[in-house]
Structures are given as C-alpha cells and as structure tokens.
C-alpha cells in the first residue's frame, strides 16, 4: 500500500512539474545556488522537516529517488508530541536533532518557504545528526513574479534548491524534478549556481 502511495505521490509531482514547464514557457527565471561538503550514501536514513507541506513532500520524494530511506515526518511529529504537553508548537533545531537522532535518523533535511507567493524562494538544508554538521545547503528564488502562483512553482523551485546542493546539475533540463542525472562523487566539496529560464 505505502509503495502504491510512494509511487502515485512521486507520479503527481512528475506531473504537476510538466504542466508547469509546459505552461510556463517564457515564465520568470529562477535562481538557484547550493554548496555540498558531503553527500550521504545510498540507504542513509533521512527525515525532512519544514513547515510548508508542498515543500517537504517534494523534498522528501527528491530525496528518495536518489536511493535515500526516508523517514516519515509524522514519526518525527509524534515523537515531539509524546514529549510535550502542548500540541502546537514549533519546536527548536535542536530538539528535532535529538528527536531524529532517537529515532535513528541519520540526516535531518530542513527545509523552508518564503517571499512573496508570486515569487517564491526556497531554502534547504542537510545536518548530520550525530556532529550536527552541515552537510550540503542550498537555495531557489523566483527572481521575478508569477503571474499566476501555484503550488508547482514551489514543487520546480524545491527540487532547484536540492539539485544546486547536491550538485546534480545534469538533471533533466525539461523536468527538475526527474530522478535522471546523479550527484557528483560523494565527499567532493564544490559550490554550484544555476540561472535558467524554463524550457516550454
């Protein structure tokens, strides 16, 4: 059931990607830059955290496809929850760092949403939970407005954002979402920008 999920979830994304770079054809330009000190493995166990769900998703699914094991944010929620008291909340890096590494989490992805709606920008972040270290970061603007914002200007932008971290330029130019390209070696240090108008 989970991986019919997986797969219907990973579906949508592919398809809310394609609509936009086939509608957005001479849309704004997108910004995006990112640096890596270390790419985690195949298999290492990650969750992602943020507080905009489009993003976290998309993120979480990006992740994925590149051979990651992903942790379900709920299981991170409902760790917090059974700590506290109050069931709204936003709780510190920290506490999540010590809520992930309980859980097993190897990478706690962060992840965030802000600017305006017409031209969002989005800000991700790796840590190693043990050193708490960063481990890649990376970031996606929409330097100029939308006409019409929508949530697959977030999803196109996330996966920007993750793709200039890691260093996975050689994606799909007509779909950033596409799991095709991989990272650059693992442990190579390197900094990455990207400017590019989506391709009709």
């Not at 379900?72 to 760790?79: F, I, K, L, N, Y």
């Not at 799991?179 to 400017?195: F, L």
């Amino acid at each position: 059931m989970k991986s019919q999920q997986l797969r219907y979830g990973w579906s949508h994304v592919l398809a809310c990607c394609l609509v936009l770079w086939l509608g957005t054809g001479c849309g704004p330009q997108i910004r995006a830059e990112g640096t890596h000190r270390l790419i985690p493995p195949p298999d290492t166990l990650v969750t992602v955290w943020g507080d905009n769900q489009t993003v976290v998703k998309t993120a979480s699914m990006w992740l994925k496809m590149r051979g990651l094991a992903v942790v379900d944010p709920s299981q991170v929620q409902a760790a917090l929850q059974a700590g506290s008291k109050s069931i709204i909340r936003v709780p510190g890096e920290g506490e999540l760092l010590q809520v992930a590494d309980n859980l097993g989490v190897e990478q706690l992805v962060l992840v965030g949403l802000s600017g305006d709606i017409r031209a969002p920008a989005i800000f991700v972040r790796g840590l190693e939970v043990k050193s708490r270290r960063i481990s890649w970061i990376g970031n996606a603007r929409y330097e100029d407005y939308v006409t019409s914002p929508s949530s697959n200007h977030i999803i196109i932008a996330t996966c920007r954002a993750l793709a200039a971290a890691w260093g996975t330029l050689d994606t799909d130019p007509d779909n950033p979402c596409s799991p095709a390209g991989g990272p650059v070696q693992p442990g190579a240090g390197a900094q990455h920008q990207m400017d590019e108008r989506p391709k009709p």
